[in-house]
């Protein structure tokens, strides 16, 4: 709408034109002056009109670029995301070779899932990013959550002692050797002496040759528990909270550690989900590649070989080449290892003996039972073997469900993943997971629906501000969920 005063010099007249658009001022003109004033007048007000849209236009530019933007400063990425969401409690249970710090995770009264992590790893490194992801917080309502860390491996621990002394090595001790006749294998003379630890120049490993002393009451070295001694560590666990069944979710060395528990003690696991599992020896590769490793590492420095080796042995390749905000991640927690510690793990995981697990096979014509007709072990649990397309472990996991019973197996690869599918894909494994758990029996009602929900809700709290910026944060309210009764299904 326009509202002007213009002169007409044909006529020498005023002519108003109040609140008149801009064709009928044109219109006007046209009927009572000449054709040059005409488009004078047109001209000036388009000029005015696209002075008011440049200077609208500016006005928009301005709050776009300057006022309407709000710097923030990109928060790196995390593991669990905010560590005041996750709530856990810490126990040391002293077992007879060593100690085990086991983080608590749930309700205590509900199922116990076990899971133990692979080398370089911990129970925060390892799983509570997956644990604290939000699509597995309605299956959580309904198990408790027990993390093993191996000895030494948790955050802050101090180095493992290498002699376990009783007393003051300075002080005298009485000791006794008892000499061997080679020939007979009998003792002939004994002798008692007195002496310090430190004044004593002898061996004082365990040995088998009868003609060598023996000695009585020397100190003794203290030796990193075996993978068959970490898997039977997990008895005390299991009498610290009073579980007597659970469900095992372990990576790497973690999963070979449980799975010698579950062929040990098969009564007290239900189930396993088990991530790069390996079930044969260390190849002569694997055993060149990890001693470098722990001499690097007893050297008391992670050297940047050791944490490539770590990082492929995580991730595999691929990732390590494309997932760099991931990597890097993973590189700033190997600051929090304990090398010494981690040099002592390294060494028990490369001489593992093969697991002892294999499929029974009936003969032709010949009616078997599991166990029977082999020497070998069948696991009596069902099984979930995970590994992603790209993982380093892919034909040791594939091994190792040609060892286990394809009625009780299910076999998941995941599409476009690493090494480690908690952390690039946890969506899926989520849903492999729970999927796993309701043919045991467990969780029954729950269906994918709830999970969009509580994702749904998720994002649309922390797009109002109310949950924390990482991937594994819980946002949302809580609410309580009946508790479902276990039920006891065969698949």
Same mark, same amino acid.
């Given at each position: 709408?326009?509202?002007?005063?213009?002169?007409?010099?044909?006529?020498?007249?005023?002519?108003?034109?109040?609140?008149?658009?801009?064709?009928?001022?044109?219109?006007?003109?046209?009927?009572?002056?000449?054709?040059?004033?005409?488009?004078?007048?047109?001209?000036?007000?388009?000029?005015?009109?696209?002075?008011?849209?440049?200077?609208?236009?500016?006005?928009?530019?301005?709050?776009?670029?300057?006022?309407?933007?709000?710097?923030?400063?990109?928060?790196?990425?995390?593991?669990?995301?905010?560590?005041?969401?996750?709530?856990?409690?810490?126990?040391?249970?002293?077992?007879?070779?060593?100690?085990?710090?086991?983080?608590?995770?749930?309700?205590?009264?509900?199922?116990?899932?076990?899971?133990?992590?692979?080398?370089?790893?911990?129970?925060?490194?390892?799983?509570?990013? @997956?644990?604290?992801?939000?699509?597995?917080?309605?299956?959580?309502?309904?198990?408790?959550?027990?993390?093993?860390?191996?000895?030494?491996?948790?955050?802050?621990?101090?180095?493992?002692?290498?002699?376990?002394?009783?007393?003051?090595?300075?002080?005298?001790?009485? @000791?006794?050797?008892?000499?061997?006749?080679?020939?007979?294998?009998?003792?002939?003379?004994?002798?008692?002496?007195?002496?310090?630890?430190?004044?004593?120049?002898?061996?004082?490993?365990?040995?088998?040759?009868?003609?060598?002393?023996?000695?009585?009451?020397?100190?003794?070295?203290?030796?990193?528990?075996?993978?068959?001694?970490?898997?039977?560590?997990?008895?005390?666990?299991?009498?610290?909270?009073?579980?007597?069944?659970?469900?095992?979710?372990?990576?790497?060395?973690?999963?070979?550690?449980?799975?010698?528990?579950?062929?040990?003690?098969?009564?007290?696991?239900?189930?396993?989900?088990?991530?790069?599992?390996?079930?044969?020896?260390?190849?002569?590769?694997?055993?060149?590649?990890?001693?470098?490793?722990?001499?690097?590492?007893?050297?008391?420095?992670?050297?940047?070989?050791?944490? +490539?080796?770590?990082?492929?042995?995580?991730?595999?390749?691929?990732?390590?080449?494309?997932?760099?905000?991931?990597?890097?991640?993973?590189?700033?927690?190997?600051?929090?290892?304990?090398?010494?510690?981690?040099?002592? @793990?390294?060494?028990?995981?490369?001489?593992?003996?093969?697991?002892?697990?294999?499929?029974?096979?009936?003969?032709?014509?010949?009616?078997?039972?599991?166990?029977?007709?082999?020497?070998?072990?069948?696991?009596?649990?069902?099984?979930?073997?995970?590994?992603? +397309?790209?993982?380093?472990?892919?034909?040791?996991?594939?091994?190792?469900?040609?060892?286990?019973?394809?009625?009780?197996?299910?076999?998941?690869?995941?599409?476009?993943?690493?090494?480690?599918?908690?952390?690039?894909?946890?969506?899926?494994?989520?849903?492999?997971?729970?999927?796993?758990?309701?043919?045991?029996?467990?969780?029954?009602?729950?269906?994918?629906?709830?999970?969009?929900?509580?994702?749904?809700?998720?994002?649309?709290?922390?797009?109002?501000?109310?949950?924390?910026?990482?991937?594994?944060?819980?946002?949302?309210?809580?609410?309580?969920?009946?508790?479902?009764?276990?039920?006891?299904?065969?698949?």
């Amino acid at each position: 709408m326009y509202s002007s005063v213009v002169v007409c010099s044909s006529s020498n007249s005023i002519v108003e034109f109040l609140s008149l658009n801009q064709l009928d001022i044109e219109k006007n003109i046209t009927m009572n002056t000449e054709p040059n004033f005409c488009d004078c007048l047109c001209s000036v007000l388009m000029s005015r009109r696209n002075k008011r849209k440049r200077k609208r236009m500016a006005e928009k530019l301005t709050d776009i670029e300057l006022t309407g933007i709000i710097l923030e400063e990109t928060k790196p990425r995390t593991l669990g995301g905010d560590p005041s969401s996750v709530l856990l409690q810490e126990d040391d249970i002293e077992t007879g070779r060593g100690t085990l710090r086991v983080a608590v995770q749930g309700d205590r009264s509900k199922a116990a899932i076990i899971t133990y992590h692979d080398i370089g790893l911990n129970h925060v490194t390892n799983f509570q990013g @997956f644990f604290s992801y939000g699509d597995m917080q309605p299956i959580l309502r309904h198990f408790c959550v027990y993390h093993i860390n191996a000895p030494g491996q948790h955050d802050g621990a101090l180095p493992l002692m290498q002699r376990q002394e009783i007393g003051d090595p300075k002080a005298p001790v009485n @000791f006794t050797i008892v000499e061997v006749d080679a020939s007979n294998g009998c003792a002939t003379t004994t002798l008692a002496a007195t002496a310090s630890l430190d004044n004593m120049n002898m061996n004082t490993e365990p040995h088998d040759d009868p003609a060598m002393p023996l000695v009585k009451g020397a100190d003794k070295r203290y030796h990193f528990p075996s993978m068959d001694e970490l898997s039977e560590m997990i008895l005390p666990v299991l009498q610290f909270y009073g579980i007597k069944h659970f469900i095992g979710f372990g990576m790497g060395a973690g999963a070979n550690i449980l799975t010698r528990f579950a062929l040990n003690h098969p009564e007290k696991v239900d189930a396993l989900a088990l991530v790069n599992c390996t079930a044969s020896v260390s190849g002569w590769t694997e055993w060149g590649w990890q001693k470098l490793n722990t001499w690097y590492l007893k050297s008391g420095s992670m050297t940047g070989f050791t944490e +490539d080796y770590l990082l492929w042995h995580w991730f595999g390749q691929k990732t390590v080449d494309q997932n760099y905000d991931l990597v890097r991640m993973y590189r700033d927690t190997m600051k929090h290892i304990n090398p010494h510690n981690l040099a002592l @793990f390294i060494e028990s995981y490369t001489k593992r003996t093969a697991l002892a697990v294999h499929r029974d096979l009936p003969k032709l014509g010949v009616k078997s039972t599991p166990g029977k007709n082999t020497g070998a072990r069948a696991l009596d649990c069902d099984v979930l073997l995970m590994a992603g +397309d790209n993982s380093p472990h892919l034909d040791a996991m594939v091994d190792m469900n040609s060892r286990i019973d394809p009625s009780k197996t299910s076999w998941m690869k995941i599409s476009d993943c690493g090494g480690m599918p908690l952390e690039e894909a946890p969506e899926k494994v989520c849903d492999a997971f729970r999927l796993f758990l309701q043919g045991l029996g467990y969780v029954p009602f729950m269906s994918q629906t709830k999970i969009m929900e509580s994702r749904s809700a998720a994002s649309r709290a922390s797009l109002l501000g109310a949950g924390g910026g990482g991937r594994g944060s819980i946002t949302g309210t809580t609410h309580q969920t009946p508790v479902v009764q276990e039920q006891e299904a065969e698949c």
